[in-house]
Nanobody
Framework: QVQLVESGGGSVQSGGSLTLSCTAAGVTRRTKCMGWFREVPGKEREGVATIPIGGGKTYYADSVKWRFTISQDFAKNAVTLQMTNLEPEDSGIYYC??????????????????????WGQGTQVTVSS
């Protein structure tokens, strides 16, 4: 059973920065991907950024490209989301997630619409204008 523990988040003014961290315990070889999703009341959960464990092609939602950076510490089974130039529209509950993704040949895909079967408890991010 993979357990995900998030830290970071909080409140910041528009244009500010925040960093979210997630540490995974109990990771098996079947877990190939980690990522961040966010939830806003009245909207579906959105994939923000994902990354293959061990490195590889990352995914970013169009709304966060060039502002957010996902990175991972393979030795610590940890993933970090650095968020800069934050906007009020970035407010929401951010969830760390892990899953098997999809292997296509030697390529590990970790798209947000693939299987994500482990979730953290969520951390609130509030950006005020």
């Amino acid at each position: 059973q993979v357990q995900l523990v998030e830290s970071g988040g909080g409140s910041v003014q528009s244009g500010g920065s925040l960093t979210l961290s997630c540490t995974a315990a109990g990771v098996t070889r079947r877990t190939k991907c980690m990522g961040w999703f966010r939830e806003v009341p009245g909207k579906e959960r959105e994939g923000v950024a994902t990354i293959p464990i061990g490195g590889g092609k990352t995914y970013y939602a169009d709304s966060v490209k060039w502002r957010f950076t996902i990175s991972q510490d393979f030795a610590k089974n940890a993933v970090t989301l650095q968020m800069t130039n934050l906007e009020p529209e970035d407010s929401g509950i951010y969830y760390c997630a892990a899953g098997p993704g999809l292997e296509v040949g030697s390529l590990q895909l970790c798209g947000p619409l693939l299987e994500w079967n482990y979730w953290g408890q969520g951390t609130q991010v509030t950006v005020s204008s």
